[in-house]
């Protein structure tokens, strides 16, 4: 029997291009090249299966061109890079890779949280910039975490882990909005309160965005959110970018209408609006909330496990469609 033909479209994990290799003939991105879209619809032609990353655009273009696929398998939780509907219409399955990156992500938020409320970048680059030369009472003074309320906008797997670490590790006071509001249980659990999405931007002393994006949820946080926040919050962006419109997020940090903002995801990343990168009071990291190496093979692993599952008959793990 013929092995299905799939594509992996990222460098990734040898022994996860290994086990793919035990179930089908593997053309893989181990260079790591950047693709255009022609080139990926070129290298997908003859596959069943494409194993994606968060940047690699599925769309019906793809797919009218692509006519032999049967599953696109995402090596991330979020999916905006798929057309979910074109992907059902053309018959294709979409996996992502939801659970296995909840924890890591979330402890990647809280630290995030924590470095920008303690302005712990702005900090050390004026201490390697050998500018520390005496004590002062307000140097690099932020703002606690400690007792202080937090508001999280999305309230998903990640978002109750975080609701979960401030509530019960930090005795932070826990707000959140959502397009759902949780079970009573789930309320209990995590310590939260469900309030509107105007109340958690103006009671918050920080503001987390964990939602997923789609054009719904484009520009979340603009000038007008931006300006009902307290002068003294701090905001931070671990979802994906276009949530936030880093324009208005840029000007509102140089005026200081709100104080410090981190930022793990940008509109149009990997490049970065060129603002932010001369602010102090924002914290940039590039996109790296879910990565450790145990969490990063589990999504690979989860999305080779997908392929297996679906181009052997049987029914996907974490089907999007
Ligand atoms: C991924 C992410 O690393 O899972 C997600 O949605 O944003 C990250 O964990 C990234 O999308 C690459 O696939």
Same mark, same amino acid.
């Given at each position: 029997m013929t092995q299905p033909k799939i594509l992996v479209a990222r460098a990734v994990f040898p022994e996860v291009i290994a086990r793919l290799e035990q179930h089908f003939v593997v053309e893989s991105n181990q260079l790591d090249d950047s693709w255009t879209k022609e080139q990926f619809i070129q290298k997908l032609?003859?596959?069943?299966?494409a194993f994606t990353t968060g940047g690699d655009r599925v769309d019906a273009e793809v797919l009218a061109a692509c006519p032999d696929l049967k599953i696109c398998a995402n090596m991330a939780v979020g999916y905006n890079n798929f057309d979910v509907d074109a992907m059902t219409q053309a018959g294709v399955i979409a996996t992502n890779a939801p659970d296995v990156l909840t924890e890591t992500t979330a402890d990647f938020g809280f630290a995030l949280l924590m470095a920008t409320a303690r302005r712990m970048s702005e900090s050390e680059h004026y201490l390697r910039a050998g500018k520390w030369s005496k004590w002062s009472?307000?140097?690099?003074?932020g703002s606690d975490i400690h007792g202080s309320t937090l508001g999280i906008l999305g309230m998903g797997r990640i978002g109750q882990g975080i609701a979960r670490r401030g509530a019960h590790g930090f005795g932070m006071s826990v707000i959140y909005h959502n397009r759902s509001r949780l079970s009573a249980e789930l309320e209990a659990d995590c310590k939260a309160s469900y309030v509107g999405k105007e109340e958690l931007l103006k009671t918050a002393d920080h503001v987390m965005l964990v939602l997923p994006y789609s054009a719904a949820t484009h520009? *979340?946080?603009g000038a007008a959110e931006l300006s009902l926040m307290k002068p003294t919050a701090t905001l931070v962006n671990?979802?994906?970018?276009?949530?936030?419109?880093d324009a208005a997020l840029a000007s509102a940090l140089a005026a200081r209408r709100i104080a410090a903002a981190g930022l793990d995801v940008f509109e149009g990343e990997p490049k970065v609006h060129p603002d932010l990168l001369t602010i102090p009071n924002v914290v940039l990291t590039p996109?790296?909330?879910?990565? *450790?190496i145990p969490t990063r093979l589990a999504m690979a692993n989860l999305a080779a496990d997908n392929l297996i599952a679906v181009l052997t008959g049987n029914k996907p793990l974490t089907p999007l469609n």
């Open positions: 032609q003859g596959k069943q299966g009472f307000d140097m690099f003074a520009h *979340t946080i671990i979802a994906r970018g276009g949530i936030v419109d996109h790296i909330a879910s990565a *450790t």
